[in-house]
C-alpha cells in the first residue's frame, strides 16, 4: 500500500470521526452551539464541603467572613399591638428559639447556617421535639453535606436521612425548615444549587494552582547549584568541606548583600523558579476573583496585590454587606418567619443600625432631607404666585406637577 493510499484512508477515517462526533453532539446535547466537550456535572454535597469549605484556603476565608458578619446583625421579631403598630416582642417563641436556647447562642447558630447555605446551597433546621405543629423545643442547624432526602413517588420529599456519628437517623420533613438557593436545572434531590457548584472549575483550577504552588516551595530546596570547574575535588567528602567553608564565609544575615570574591575555579548555576512557574503562581489572584466574583465580595480583603482601589475601608464593608450578606442572610431569615407566621402572627426586621458602614448612607439621606425641606420652606415663604411656587418645585427640586400641586396648596 503506497504512502498516498495511507494517507487517503487516514483523511477518510478523520471525517468519518468528525461527521460521527458531530451527529453525537446534536443527540445528546439540547444546543447544537455548545462546544464538544461541554457537560453538566452535579457535585455532591460531601466534596463540595470537603473539597471547598475544607481545603481551599480562599473559600474558608469568604464564606467565614461573609457568616461571620452576618451573626454580628441582631433580628427584631415584632407583633402588632392592640393599635396594629408593629412593636418589638421578645416574649414569643420564635424569638427564645434563636437568643435564648441553652445549647447554643445566637451568634453561632447565624454562623453553621450561614456557612452550611453558602457550601452546598442548602440550609436544614430541625424543629427538636415538635409534634403535631406545636413549638418545638429548640432549632438545631444540620450539616447540609451530611444530609439525603427521601422522595415519595411523586418525587416530593418526605423525609431527610441525617448521617450522625456514622449512623443514619431519619428525621420527618415536616419537622424540618429547609431554605435552599434556586436551581434552575431538574434536581433529582429537591437540593439547591450551591455556589461552589456553578463555580466548580474555578474551584478546581484554585485548588489545583494552590498545590501546585506548595510542591514548587517544598522541592524548591537550593538556589544556587555551585560546581568545581579545576576537577582537583575528589569525593563528597572534599564537597562537604567546600560546602561549610562557603556556609560560613557567605551565611548569615550579617553578610547580606555583600560581594563575595574567590579565586577558586567555581561556576554557578541558578536553580529558581522558571518564568513557567512564576507565571502558575502569579495566575493565583485570578482564580482569588473570580470565587470572590461567585461569594459577592470585593477580593481588596483577601490581599489581592493588584486591587487596592478601595482606599475607603467603609465603602468596601458596605459592599461586603450589600452584596454578599444580606442576599442570603435575609433569605434565611425570610424562611424562618415564614415557618412561624403559622403558629404566631411574628414577622422578623433586620437592625443594622449597628453597621457603621451603613450608617452613612442613612445620614446622607438625612442631610439631603434637610436641604429639601429648607428648599421647600424657602419656597413656599418667597411671596410668589402659587403657579410660579409650582413651577420652582419641578424645575428646581425634580417634584411631579401633582406632588408641587399637593405641597403648595
Known amino acids: 500500500m503506497g504512502v498516498f493510499t495511507k494517507i487517503?484512508?487516514?483523511?477518510?477515517?478523520?471525517?468519518?470521526?468528525?461527521?460521527?462526533?458531530?451527529?453525537?453532539?446534536?443527540?445528546?446535547l439540547p444546543r447544537d452551539y455548545l462546544p464538544s466537550n461541554w457537560h453538566f456535572k452535579r457535585i455532591t454535597d460531601e466534596l463540595l464541603a470537603s473539597y471547598g469549605f475544607a481545603t481551599n484556603a480562599d473559600v474558608y476565608a469568604m464564606i467565614s467572613m461573609i457568616a461571620f458578619k452576618s451573626s454580628e446583625i441582631p433580628i427584631n421579631f415584632l407583633r402588632p399591638n392592640y393599635k396594629g403598630e408593629q412593636v418589638i416582642d421578645t416574649s414569643s417563641d420564635a424569638y427564645g428559639l434563636l437568643y435564648e436556647d441553652k445549647e447554643q447562642g445566637y451568634k453561632s447558630k447565624i454562623i453553621e447556617m450561614m456557612t452550611n447555605i453558602l457550601t452546598t446551597g442548602d440550609l436544614y433546621i430541625e424543629k427538636v421535639n415538635s409534634f403535631s405543629g406545636s413549638t418545638p423545643e429548640r432549632l438545631s442547624v444540620l450539616r447540609s453535606a451530611?444530609?439525603?432526602?427521601e422522595l415519595n413517588a411523586n418525587g416530593d420529599t418526605i423525609a431527610l436521612m441525617y448521617c450522625e456519628n456514622s449512623?443514619?437517623?431519619?428525621?420527618?420533613?415536616?419537622?424540618?425548615?429547609?431554605?435552599?438557593?434556586?436551581?434552575?436545572?431538574?434536581?433529582?434531590?429537591?437540593?439547591?444549587?450551591?455556589?461552589?457548584?456553578?463555580?466548580?472549575q474555578v474551584l478546581t483550577a484554585s485548588n489545583d494552582l494552590q498545590l501546585a504552588a506548595s510542591s514548587l516551595y517544598k522541592n524548591q530546596g537550593s538556589s544556587v547549584l555551585l560546581s568545581d570547574n579545576s576537577g582537583s575535588m575528589n569525593g563528597d567528602d572534599e564537597s562537604k568541606d567546600?560546602?561549610?567553608a562557603l556556609n560560613s564565609r557567605i551565611g548569615g544575615a550579617g553578610k547580606a548583600g555583600q560581594v563575595t570574591v574567590t579565586s577558586a575555579d567555581v561556576a554557578l548555576h541558578n536553580l529558581g523558579m522558571s518564568s513557567r512557574d512564576l507565571e502558575l503562581i502569579k495566575s493565583q489572584p485570578?482564580?482569588?476573583?473570580?470565587?470572590?466574583?461567585?461569594?459577592?465580595?470585593d477580593s481588596s480583603f483577601f490581599n489581592d496585590p493588584d486591587n487596592k482601589t478601595y482606599n475607603n475601608r467603609k465603602t468596601a464593608e458596605k459592599a461586603l454587606i450589600n452584596n454578599g450578606v444580606k442576599p442570603k442572610f435575609e433569605l434565611i431569615i425570610e424562611g424562618i418567619e415564614r415557618d412561624f407566621r403559622k403558629a404566631e402572627n411574628v414577622s422578623l426586621e433586620f437592625d443594622y443600625s449597628g453597621l457603621d458602614c451603613l450608617q452613612e448612607d442613612q445620614r446622607e439621606r438625612a442631610e439631603k432631607d434637610v436641604i429639601v425641606s429648607n428648599g421647600i420652606i424657602?419656597?413656599?415663604?418667597?411671596?410668589?404666585l402659587p403657579a410660579q411656587q409650582i413651577q420652582v418645585l419641578v424645575d428646581v427640586w425634580g417634584y411631579t406637577i401633582e406632588d408641587a400641586k399637593k405641597i403648595v396648596f
Open 286 to 297: 485570578i482564580k482569588l476573583r473570580q470565587m470572590c466574583n461567585i461569594y459577592g465580595v
Open 378 to 384: 424657602g419656597v413656599l415663604q418667597s411671596g410668589l
Open 242 to 244: 567546600l560546602q561549610r
Open 146 to 149: 451530611s444530609v439525603k432526602t
Open 8 to 28: 487517503g484512508d487516514l483523511l477518510k477515517s478523520t471525517q468519518k470521526e468528525v461527521i460521527d462526533q458531530k451527529n453525537t453532539f446534536k443527540n445528546d
Open 167 to 200: 449512623k443514619y437517623r431519619r428525621i420527618d420533613y415536616d419537622n424540618v425548615i429547609h431554605i435552599e438557593l434556586y436551581d434552575p436545572l431538574y434536581n433529582p434531590y429537591n437540593k439547591g444549587l450551591s455556589p461552589l457548584q456553578a463555580g466548580y
